[in-house]
C-alpha cells in the first residue's frame, strides 16, 4: 500500500493496522520479545500508545519512519531534536559531561526511532565521546559499535573516520586492546595520504600493543611514528613517539642507555610544542629508569616534578604514584608508601576505573609483603586480581601473578619510618 493511500486525522492504530493489512502482514509479523500479539491489537485499537522503543520497531517493519507513522510534523520534530543535539554538544564543551551525555543519548534514541540515520550518525561523535568522559566505557563501546554499523553510506569521510576513532578509543578505554588495534588500522586504510592521522593512529596502535605485553611489535610500530613525526617535523608527535620508545624497555623493566637518550629527546620535543602532558610523561619516564638502576634520590626527584604537572583526577597520575610507592617500599620507607598507596586509592575513586584499583591493590599487597604480612598480602592479591579481571586487562593480571610468585624481598638500605 502506497503511504498516500492513509489519510490525514486517522488515529495511530488506525495507521499501524490500515498499514499492516495493505502490506499483507498479520498481528503476529509485529511482535517481538516483550512486544505480543495482545499488546499489538491494543495498540491497533487505540488502548495502548506505544512508547518510543515500540514505535520504532513498528516503524522499522511497516517500512516507513515514526515520525510520518504517529502524523507528526516531521520537519518540526526534526529542528527540534538537532536543536537538542546542539544543547548537548555546548553542555559538554563546557563540561557538563553528565546532563550532556544524557541528551545526548536521548536525541540518538529519538534520531533512531524516526529513522534519520544521518542526524543519529551525527550525534554518534559527541555522545560516545561523552560517555567516555563520563566513565561510562562498556556503554560507549556498545553504542560506538552499534552507531559505526548503523553509519548510512552517503557519511562523509570525515565523519565516518571520527567514529572509527572514538570506537577505538572506547575499546582502548575497556581493554580490548586487540579490537582498538584494528580500528586503528582501518582510520589507517581509510586515510592512507594523511600523514598526521597516520601518526596519531600508530602512536595509538602501539600503545595497545604495549598494553597487551608486545613489546617487539610495539616498537616496530613506533619505529614507523618516529619516521613520519620525522617528515612532518611536528615536536608533539616525536615527543610521544620517544616517549613510548622508552617504554618499551621500561615496560620490560629494563633501563637499557638508549632509554636516557628516548627521553632527553621526548623532554627536548616536548617543550618546543608545549605540550605538558607529555613533558610530565617524559619526566615520569626519566624517573623510572632511575628507579630501575636504584638511582633512588633522582628517582623521587622526577616523580615529585612530574605529579606537579598533573591533577590528580587522571590515570597517568595514579601510574606516577605506583612508581612513587614502588620507590619508598624499596628504600623501606614504610609509612611513606602507606600515605602514597592511600592517595593512590583516593584518585582511583575519581578515575572510577577498575584498572587503577587493582594498580593500588597490587602496590599494598606489595607492601605487606616487604613486612613479611602475608595473610594481608593475599588479600590485596586476590583483590587486585578481581580488579584487573573486570578491566579485562591480561597483561596486567600476568604482572600480578608474576609479582606474586616471585616473592620479591627489597633491600634492607633505608630507614624503616
Not at 500500500?1 to 503476529?28: C, D, F, V, Y
Not at 540518538?108 to 529513522?115: I, L, Q
Not at 570506537?167 to 579490537?179: D, E, I, K, P, V
Not at 605506583?322 to 586509592?345: P, S
Amino acid at each position: 500500500m502506497e503511504k498516500s493511500a492513509l489519510k490525514q486525522g486517522q488515529t495511530l492504530g488506525e495507521r499501524i493496522r490500515i498499514l499492516r493489512i495493505g502490506l499483507g502482514l498479520n498481528q503476529q509479523d509485529l511482535t517481538k520479545p516483550g512486544l505480543p500479539v495482545q499488546v499489538i491489537e491494543l495498540i491497533e485499537t487505540d488502548q495502548c500508545e506505544p512508547p518510543g522503543e515500540w514505535l520504532g520497531h513498528l516503524a522499522q517493519v511497516l517500512g516507513v519512519n515514526a515520525g510520518w507513522l504517529t502524523g507528526t510534523d516531521e520537519t518540526r520534530l526534526r529542528n527540534v531534536a538537532e536543536g537538542l543535539a546542539a544543547s548537548g554538544v555546548e553542555m559538554l564543551d563546557a563540561g557538563n559531561i553528565k546532563d550532556a551525555a544524557e541528551i545526548l543519548q536521548q536525541t540518538s534514541d529519538f534520531a533512531r526511532n524516526y529513522g534519520w540515520r544521518d542526524l543519529e550518525a551525527q550525534i554518534a561523535v559527541d555522545l560516545s565521546r561523552a560517555l567516555q568522559m563520563n566513565g561510562q566505557v562498556h556503554s560507549a563501546v556498545d553504542y560506538s559499535l552499534r552507531s559505526l554499523l548503523s553509519l548510512p553510506s552517503r557519511t562523509d569521510v570525515k565523519s565516518r573516520l571520527k567514529m572509527l576513532i572514538l570506537t577505538g578509543n572506547a575499546l582502548y578505554t575497556a581493554s580490548n586492546f586487540a579490537q582498538a588495534s584494528l580500528l586503528y588500522d582501518a582510520v589507517m586504510q581509510e586515510a592512507p595520504d594523511d600523514s598526521v592521522t597516520r601518526v596519531k593512529m600508530l602512536l595509538n596502535k602501539a600503545l595497545c600493543q604495549l598494553n597487551m605485553g608486545n613489546f617487539d611489535k610495539a616498537r616496530q610500530t613506533l619505529s614507523e611514528a618516529e619516521e613520519i613525526a620525522q617528515s612532518l617535523q611536528d615536536p608533539r608527535w616525536l615527543a610521544w613517539a620517544f616517549i613510548d620508545l622508552a617504554v618499551c624497555d621500561l615496560g620490560q623493566r629494563q633501563a637499557l642507555p638508549r632509554v636516557r637518550g628516548y627521553l632527553d629527546k621526548a623532554q627536548q620535543f616536548a617543550l618546543e610544542a608545549q605540550d605538558p602532558a607529555a613533558y610530565a610523561s617524559a619526566i615520569h619516564d626519566q624517573g623510572e629508569y632511575c628507579l630501575y638502576q636504584k638511582q633512588w634520590a633522582e628517582a623521587e626527584k622526577y616523580f615529585s616534578e612530574a605529579l606537579s604537572y598533573l591533577q590528580d583526577d587522571n590515570a597517568a597520575y595514579v601510574f606516577i604514584l605506583d612508581d612513587l610507592a614502588e620507590l619508598y617500599i624499596h628504600r623501606r620507607y614504610w609509612r611513606k608508601a602507606a600515605r602514597v598507596i592511600q592517595q593512590m586509592f583516593r584518585v582511583a575513586i575519581k578515575v572510577d576505573s577498575p584498572r587503577i584499583d587493582g594498580l593500588a591493590f597490587r602496590r599494598r599487597m606489595q607492601w605487606h609483603l616487604g613486612r613479611e604480612e602475608r595473610d594481608k598480602a593475599h588479600d590485596n592479591f586476590v583483590f587486585a586480581l578481581n580488579a584487573f579481571n573486570e578491566a579485562e586487562h591480561s597483561f596486567e593480571i600476568r604482572q600480578t601473578l608474576k609479582m606474586w610468585e616471585s616473592h620479591p624481598s627489597w633491600p634492607r638500605d633505608g630507614n624503616p619510618n
